[in-house]
């Protein structure tokens, strides 16, 4: 079992910046990616970033040039830098864990991101 403990998120203005954190702990294996996931009310919820424990990245692609994953490996901890906040960034932002040998997948319990125009 892995467990994941999300800090950040709130109401922003447009254009302005927030920082999501996500430390796992439990069962961690070697190699695995961690991101962030979001959705909003009715509607699936969508990859927003990723990065392995190799340093291989994925964005949404509405999301490039202004959000920045990173993650310390030693913390088992994953960051998401949002710059240049819109309004259609407003979701729940769920940390997420996969491990890439076994399969398995875990999430955090959501973090509401709002972004007022």
């Known amino acids: 079992q892995v467990q994941l403990v999300e800090s950040g998120g709130g109401l922003v203005q447009a254009g302005g910046s927030l920082r999501l954190s996500c430390a796992a702990s439990g069962s961690i294996s070697r190699l695995n990616a961690m991101g962030w996931y979001r959705q909003t009310a009715g509607k699936q919820r969508d990859l927003v970033a990723r990065v392995t424990t190799g340093g291989d990245t994925k964005y949404l692609d509405s999301v490039k040039g202004r959000f920045t994953i990173s993650r310390d490996n030693a913390k088992n901890t994953v960051y998401l830098q949002m710059n240049s906040l819109k309004p259609e960034d407003t979701a729940v932002y769920y940390c997420?864990?996969?491990?890439?040998?076994?399969?398995?997948?875990?999430w955090g319990q959501g973090t509401q991101v709002a972004v007022s125009s």
């Open positions: 997420y864990f996969l491990s890439l040998l076994r399969g398995d997948e875990y």
